[in-house]
């Protein structure tokens, strides 16, 4: 599924033939994906002027000088491509600008999501009325992380997870970051040191970063808006990598399955 990085990666590739564009078109190949689209998802954005392009979490967000927002969801396998040569089967949206580009949304498996919400009621609306912080923002550091996880029994992946505790994050991510700082995927959360977190916070970060620098990474469908894929999963330290050295001490990258999701650490270095 993309994740974070992915989203960041498409919203940037999207902004230079968005931005300021007036939407000239939409055409909508079917009535939903995981849900159904607005009914007036056309007649509101035909003509409209995009403003700015923004991530909040896992979703898009596509601003328009009308005040509303269009908010998508890439789901297991969607993708936006930019001038795409032909219209394929999975080509369910596609944008028009007045300056003739177009801008095709490619879900196969059809679990993303597209909506049109007033950009003024956006952080009261779902889901992002009780999502946390966003894990690059100043807001997110070790003093959060040691408020959020006091007294919590779960496990730390588990509450990185959380999207109330941080929005956006998910299973790869999270499995690189907790191995970057040496911390065990599954230590209780209100049990780890505050010096830990502020590891643990500053991990985060610098995984996402070099995730978004590399593109992302490509799982099945996923690819950048200009059809490049992302190659950050390269450069994964322990996720899919069961067996192989740790790249911080060389010991066997183990797996286990939490909640039905593959979780890899190493059993040497992360306590």
Known sequence: MPELPEVETTVRGLAPVLEGREIASIELRRGDLRRAFPPDLRQRLTGARVTGLRRRAKYGLIDTDRGDTLVFHLGMSGSWRIDPAETGLHD??????????RLTLNDPRRFGSLDLVPTDALERSEPFLRMGPEPLGDGFDGAYLARALRGRVASVKAMLLDQRIVAGLGNIYVCEALNLAGIAPGRPAGRISRPRL???????????????EAGGSTLRDYAQPNGELGYFSARWRVYGREGEACPACGAPIRRRVDGGRSTFFCGRCQR
């Not at 369910?92 to 580009?101: F, K, M």
Request: without cysteine.
């Open 92 to 101: 369910h949206v596609t944008i028009l600008t007045d300056e003739g580009r």
């Open 198 to 212: 502020d590891r643990l916070a500053e991990a985060v970060k610098a995984v996402l970063r070099a995730a978004i």
